[in-house]
């Protein structure tokens, strides 16, 4: 049976179980158990805390998990990532007292406070500034107020609280942070893992993709391909009257009012865009 950790609180919690029931997972939308087996999938989900994820795959106690890359990273987990699942957008950024900082090297020899000391050591280490560590478990953003600290490194994913706290961003983003699938560094082969990882897939491309369906002159069928080029190449079918055919193609999501546009000043009619719910390519 496969073992599968998903997290059990934050920002990736919820968007990791929808996934996973888009993918054919019912019983990981069920979080008030710890455990929940699913028979039918022969997957067994654990319900655990993010930033323990890693750790747990890592050791090779769970074969596959779903975390933050940023977590992955603080952890110093031998885990890989097998798949960017593209929800959980965050940014982990250093922020100082509004005023007292303009760039990074303002903060050499400084006490930063963070949640994520592993990472926050990876990056002093890569940008070459040398500063004091003071590690807090989460809501660091008081760290300055209270005195423990000059400056605070964090995920952000808007910076509010940041800025009601009177701190404000400094620099560029250090690293750009998203949900990810995470498998033991050195893990063999694996069917299920692959069967898992690629629903997984059809999920993510489901949700980039609608399928437009059309009906256009013969004589226009190549210009309205090149509009619609779908993934491999688009459906044309004959109709009753023989100088048209119905056209369907997979449409990138944020493409399609343009595409749309587009085949109706060609001459298409009967335009439909529909939802895709799962797909495998």
């Known amino acids: 049976m496969l073992r599968v950790a998903v997290p059990n609180k934050g920002q990736l919690s919820d968007p990791a179980r929808l996934m996973l029931r888009e993918a054919g997972y019912p019983a990981a939308h069920d979080a008030r158990e710890l455990v929940v087996q699913d028979p039918e999938n022969d997957v067994e989900f654990f319900f655990l ?4 994820i890693a750790t747990y795959v890592g050791a090779g ?3 596959i998990g779903i975390t933050g890359l940023d977590l992955l990273l603080d952890s110093g987990s031998s885990a890989n990532v097998i798949l960017d699942l593209g929800f959980g957008p965050s940014t982990f950024r250093f922020a100082a007292p509004i005023g007292a900082a303009t760039s990074l090297q303002d903060l050499q020899g400084k006490r930063i406070a963070t949640a994520y000391p592993g990472l926050l050591e990876i990056k002093l280490a890569e940008l070459g500034l ?7 478990d989460g809501a660091v953003e008081n760290a300055v107020r209270l005195g423990v600290a000059d400056a ?4 952000v994913a808007t910076g509010t609280t940041l800025r009601q706290a009177g701190l404000a961003v400094l620099g560029d983003p250090i690293l750009t942070s998203q949900a990810i699938l995470i498998q033991r560094a050195d893990a063999q082969p694996d069917v299920a893992v692959d069967t898992f990882t690629r629903r997984l897939q059809g999920v993510i491309v489901a949700r980039a993709y609608v399928l437009v369906d059309y009906d256009i002159r013969v004589e226009s069928v190549e210009a309205a391909c090149g509009i619609t080029p779908g993934i491999e190449s688009p459906t044309v079918s004959p109709l009753h009257d ?3 055919v119905a056209v369907r193609a997979m449409v990138p999501r944020k493409e399609v009012h343009r595409a749309m546009d587009e085949l109706y000043e060609l001459g298409a009619r009967g335009i439909l865009v529909t939802d895709i719910h799962a797909c495998r390519l």
């Open 61 to 63: 106690q769970l074969d």
């Open 49 to 52: 805390r993010p930033r323990d």
């Open 242 to 244: 023989k100088g048209w």
């Open 152 to 155: 605070v490194a964090d995920v």
């Open 130 to 136: 040398p500063a004091t560590i003071v590690k807090l």
